[in-house]
């Protein structure tokens, strides 16, 4: 049986769409919000998602943004918006198709089954796709998020026998959970954000010290040790997330609580950090066994700080710095060599700081196992300030894989 997500928060549409698609022998599963969405995805087999545009904690061009990102399932809006701009933006983002309310019941159904009928087709392309994977030479996984740079892919091609570009499994994983990475940093001595671990299991959030001892809190009692312990703002992110996704700054108690809610929605274990106010400093690293780091590169955020619409909708800049004093530029450097060998990385990867306002601090944000990789991407574009092209850069990533 075949299952369809209704995202809708309309009482009464909900119940005409579910009494239509059951008796199309669909299994219907009810999202009223993001937040539910968020929660039912990846969690659920889903091969259709119907998703309205208005909804009570967000918007659908967003959410449909996410969902084409990080997962294969098609989807169709139906929604009240009939102005052109709406109809175009919907489909470039990828839907499938564009349904206005008030909408005819066949002719909904038709361009289901029609969507449904293309998607199936197209999973029977290619019959054995192990097959397929051990005819290449090498495979360049540029895949953000879960299962693209987490170590799931990664694992996938080490099963097979396959060369690939990048982190091996363990270095791939535990770049991917902040707070793995973040007690490995702590064990080597490198510096970085002050930080709280939540993890959330079912309806409950338990506390876990650095010594591993849990404690199960009400969320109230977690925001007051968040303002006692790390003070506010701060930043509450999932643990094991890509590209900022589900990451927000909290300024308040009550922002506090909503944001581990939020964040609870990506992942169980939830990570909150110490606000730093200074400039955020990237770094690139590249090799196997002999490894070197890049020139620095700055972020220059538009808006409160990178988030997932910073980076990909408002256009914040990339600058490549030039008065950074030496000696902390080279330290920065070999902080970022330091960080990538202390979590067994390999081929590459980008190493994200804070230099701290006023005291020059270096503090280690991130490790990204699998960067940007457009033209336009940090990563290349600090190589290419001392000379290594594009290709020439892919070439040598090539080549490491294969060693």
């Known amino acids: 049986m075949r299952s369809i997500l209704i995202v809708e928060d309309n009482e009464v549409i909900i119940k005409g769409l579910t009494y239509l698609l059951e008796k199309e022998n669909f299994h219907v599963i009810i999202c009223k919000n993001v937040y539910e969405t968020m929660n039912v995805i990846g969690k ?29 399932i098609p989807v169709i809006f139906l929604t009240a918006k009939d102005e052109e701009q709406d109809v175009v933006k919907g489909l470039d983002l990828g839907a499938e198709d564009y349904i206005i309310k008030p909408f005819r019941n066949r002719e909904l159904l038709s361009r289901i089954n029609n969507v449904l009928k293309r998607f199936n087709k197209e999973d029977n392309k290619i019959d054995n796709v192990f097959d397929y994977l051990r005819s290449l030479d090498v495979v360049f996984p540029v895949l953000h998020g879960l299962y693209g740079e987490d170590g799931t892919i990664q694992g996938l091609f080490e099963l097979l026998g396959v060369p690939y570009v990048g982190c091996r499994v363990l270095a791939s994983s535990l770049g991917m959970d902040k707070v793995y990475a973040k007690m490995i940093f702590d064990k080597v001595g490198i510096e970085n954000a002050k930080y709280i671990y939540i993890k959330k299991v079912r309806d409950k959030y338990i506390y876990i010290d650095n010594k591993f001892n849990e404690k199960e809190l009400s969320l109230q009692d977690i925001a007051l040790l968040v303002e006692t312990e790390l003070s506010l703002p701060v930043f509450i992110k999932p643990s094991r997330s890509g590209s900022s996704v589900g990451i ?52 220059l955020p538009k808006g409160e700080f990178y988030s997932y619409s910073a980076k990909y909708v408002d256009n914040s800049k990339t600058i490549i710095p030039d008065d950074i004093d030496k000696d902390i530029s080279d330290k920065i450097r070999k902080t970022a060599i330091k960080a990538y060998k202390s979590l067994d990385c390999s081929g590459l990867s980008r190493v994200d700081f804070f230099l701290e306002k006023d005291t020059n601090r ?34 040598k990533l090539i080549s490491l894989a294969l060693e």
């Open 44 to 72: 659920q087999e889903i091969h259709l998602i119907v998703l309205d545009i208005a909804l009570p904690d967000g918007n659908g061009f967003e959410l449909c943004e996410y969902i084409k990102k990080y997962t294969d």
């Open 248 to 299: 927000n700054k909290a300024h308040t108690r009550e922002e506090v609580i909503k944001y581990i809610e939020y964040a609870s929605g990506f992942d169980g274990k939830i990570l909150i950090e110490e606000n730093i106010i200074g400039r955020e400093i990237e770094c690139a690293v590249l090799g196997n066994n002999e490894v070197e780091a890049s020139p620095l590169g700055e972020i």
């Open 362 to 395: 270096i503090i280690l944000n991130e490790i990204n196992t699998m960067p940007g990789f457009t033209t336009i991407s940090m990563y290349p574009k600090l190589w290419e300030s001392i000379g290594l092209s594009y290709s020439e850069l892919l070439d």
